[in-house]
């Protein structure tokens, strides 16, 4: 899962950024708000983490602009602005959800896991595929009740197939949900991590949930 942070404190927004790469997510940084309007109109993210105080564009300039640009990403608003009327103000415009700062690490994931869950249409941490099983707030993944390691990179693409079940996702789509602006691998990559996928997910059951669509990319099978 690919997420744009936009924040203005150096220091935290590195912060910020490396936990959630820690976290298995890929991500944009940025200490701009004209760069993050950018970022956000032109890549596709699972969850923008916005400032309101920032350079250039504040971060409900920039929420306006998506929403009336048709944007659906969702939004956590992370700002020291602790007021009723801001809070307010940020949901009307169409924030997903409103973190103040000092925050708790813990809660901040949380609350863009759940922002993710809530633009799928899912209420539950726990992804169901037939019998495969996705916690998406432990990051641990079983089928058939058997658990099974997965690197982080592992996990990040089969989360994001799950989210995407039924549907046929580019090998772009999915670098790019993969990786960040700066990253320098190609989308060939992402071909090694199906087949890692594979061999984990579907080698040893008659049913596979990870099919090839020649020419399109891949898809992960509905639930039956």
């Not at 916690?135 to 009740?145: E, H, I, L, N």
Request: with cysteine; aromatic share 6%; glycine share 8%.
């Amino acid at each position: 899962m690919r997420i744009l942070v936009a924040e203005d404190h150096p220091t935290l927004a590195e912060s910020i950024a490396q936990g959630l790469r820690d976290d298995g997510y890929a991500v944009d940084l940025t200490l701009d708000g004209n760069e993050a309007l950018h970022y956000a109109t032109t890549n596709s993210y699972g969850c923008i983490v916005l400032d309101i105080m920032l350079p250039g564009k504040d971060g409900y300039t920039i929420l306006k602009s998506l929403r009336q640009k048709g944007a659906t990403t969702p939004v956590v608003f992370l700002t020291a602005r602790d007021g009723i009327d801001d809070r307010v103000r940020g949901l009307d415009m169409g924030a997903d959800d409103y973190v103040v700062k000092p925050f708790a690490w813990a809660e901040l994931l949380a609350r863009v896991r759940a922002a993710v869950r809530r633009s799928h249409g899912k209420k539950s941490a726990t992804l169901t595929i037939g019998d495969l099983q996705i916690d998406t707030a432990a990051k641990t993944v079983k089928r058939g009740g058997t658990s099974i390691e997965l690197s982080a990179r592992e996990y990040s693409l089969l989360e994001y197939l799950a989210h995407r079940e039924g549907q046929v996702v580019s090998r772009a789509d999915i670098w790019e949900q993969l990786y960040g602006h700066d990253d320098q691998t190609t989308s060939n990559v992402v071909d090694v991590y199906i087949g890692y996928l594979r061999n984990k997910i579907d080698r040893d059951h008659a049913v596979k949930l990870i099919h090839t669509r020649r020419g399109l990319g891949y898809a992960r099978t509905a639930s039956p």
